[in-house]
């Protein structure tokens, strides 16, 4: 039997919490049968480089070990834990160790998958606070489960997740059940309130503030205008505005074109002159 063994083996507390993070793999199979090594010094192991799958194997089948929380995560977000081993402990993680395994690129596919699913279904079991922390962080498959959270604060915080695209924004304002508390969050964002699909989902949702949705019909092009009031849904004071304001425009193309072949006129008279 190799010295590094029996000195893993044998070495008492200080000295594993110094060799660990750097050990020989043998070192490491004689640390896994030390008495002195416990779960304070087994995150230590999970640091080497060096640990091997059958090693992380041993650790999941110390029941005292896997009673540490910190151990059964740590077993989970290692590249080289035996897939098996980390699907049969995803679901004793907390949500902010499930985001973390969703955006682990080394991890396999199907854990990543695995624990996103588990965290869309937890969500609401969290509190206010986590779900604010979790949208900004939030994977596609979360942000799906986010979009119909009925907290204001949510929906700020993940219209600020990078993650997001126009699609989520859409979905948003198109939801019926949108409250208007989070319709004027999304009108009150820059990156998503600039855009005419946006404007166009948000002005004429019924739960839209008044205010809020006569601000986002401005500047949109004479056809989207047109759209919005045909909605069925589409508040009847926007329907009145976008109609004076069609009217408005349709008189001032007339004056245009009616100045301009005064203009026309004038310039071919003169030249009979």
């Known amino acids: 039997m190799s010295s590094a063994f029996e000195e893993g083996r044998s070495a008492h507390a200080e000295a594993l919490a110094a060799a660990l993070p750097g050990a020989s793999r043998t070192f490491l199979d004689g640390a896994l049968g030390n008495p002195a090594l416990g779960p304070d010094l ?9 640990v091997t799958p059958q090693q992380i194997l041993r650790v999941a089948q110390n029941r005292d070990w896997l009673k540490t929380y910190e151990i059964r995560a740590a077993i989970v977000l290692h590249p080289k834990t035996p897939r098996v081993i980390a699907m049969n402990l ?5 949500w902010r160790d499930l985001a973390r395994v969703v955006d682990r690129p080394g991890l396999s596919p199907p854990l990543r998958r695995t624990a996103e699913r588990v965290l869309a279904i937890r969500i609401q ?3 206010v606070g986590e779900r604010i922390s979790l949208a900004r962080i939030a994977s596609r498959g979360v942000i799906n489960a986010l979009r119909g959270d009925p907290n204001p604060m949510v929906s700020r915080a993940l219209l600020q997740n990078p993650r997001l695209v126009e699609e989520d924004a859409l979905a948003i304002a198109a939801r019926r059940r949108t409250p208007s508390a989070i319709l004027q969050v999304l009108a009150e964002d820059h990156r998503w309130s600039a855009r005419p699909p946006v404007r166009k989902a948000i002005a004429r949702h019924p739960a839209t ?10 500047d949109l092009s004479r056809r989207d205008l047109k759209e919005v009031a045909s909605s069925p849904h589409v508040p009847g004071l926007v329907r009145v505005a976008i109609g004076r304001m069609l009217n408005e425009e349709g008189a001032r193309e007339a004056s245009v074109g009616a100045s301009r072949k005064r203009s026309i006129r004038g310039r071919r008279s003169g030249s009979k002159r």
Not at 42 to 50: E, G, I, S, V
Not at 90 to 94: E, F, K, M
Request: net charge positive; proline share 11%.
């Open 209 to 218: 503030p008044a205010q809020v949705a006569l601000r986002m019909i401005r």
């Open 125 to 127: 079991e969290l509190a």
């Open 42 to 50: 087994l995150p230590l192991l999970f640091k080497n480089p060096r």
């Open 90 to 94: 995803i679901s004793h993680l907390w």
